[in-house]
């Protein structure tokens, strides 16, 4: 018995981005983004294109501001239009793209990953500089900027992913 749940606790680990979730050791801070390296003109279009979606409303699965967007399709959504990118899946297979980025090393237009459903990897948002991302929330919310810092995005925050040079 505690060989198979050794075995099933190895796996779970290997689920999603392949490897265990990178949190940052200790609490995010406001000082952690006070020195943030400069963003390129891509990125900063990310960022732009990103925020025209705010307040669009959310709808599972939605790729189309139109009739609604979920936390991926807002960010393949703009990706797309803003950087000619054709992303696509979930948040998890997001995950998976582009190269890890160190908190302190955050550009707008970066990916950052948190876990909110209990599974790695499980919701996603664009970092739009000095501590605040872009991003879809849930059925009972819109577009909307929210900080890393805050509590709640702080104690789920996994990793951030780069997909820009």
């Known amino acids: 018995m505690k060989r198979n749940l050794l075995i099933a606790f190895l796996l779970a680990g290997l689920v999603g981005c392949g490897s265990a979730p990178h949190a940052p050791q200790g609490r995010i801070t406001a000082d952690m983004f006070q020195n943030e390296?400069?963003?390129?003109?891509?990125?900063?279009?990310?960022?732009?294109?990103?925020?025209?979606?705010?307040?669009?409303?959310?709808?599972?699965?939605?790729?189309?501001p139109d009739a609604g967007l979920d936390c991926s399709g807002m960010v393949t959504y703009v990706y797309r239009q803003a950087a000619g990118m054709?992303?696509?899946?979930?948040?998890a297979s997001?995950?998976?793209?582009?190269?890890?980025?160190?908190i302190s090393q955050l550009r707008a237009g970066d990916l950052v990953?948190?876990?909110?459903?209990?599974?790695?990897?499980?919701?996603?948002?664009i970092y739009l500089g000095k501590g605040e991302f872009i991003h879809a929330p849930n059925s009972r919310g819109k577009?909307?900027?929210?900080?890393?810092?805050?509590?709640?995005?702080?104690?789920?925050?996994?990793m951030?992913?780069?997909?820009?040079?």
């Open 37 to 64: 390296p400069e963003s390129s003109p891509a990125a900063r279009e990310i960022a732009m294109y990103a925020l025209m979606l705010l307040k669009t409303g959310y709808r599972f699965g939605g790729k189309n």
């Open 86 to 91: 054709p992303l696509s899946g979930n948040a």
């Open 94 to 102: 997001l995950a998976r793209e582009g190269r890890e980025a160190a």
């Open 113 to 125: 990953f948190f876990n909110t459903l209990g599974q790695p990897f499980s919701h996603v948002g």
């Open 143 to 158: 577009v909307r900027v929210d900080k890393l810092t805050s509590r709640y995005w702080a104690d789920r925050f996994e």
């Open 160 to 165: 951030a992913r780069t997909l820009l040079n």
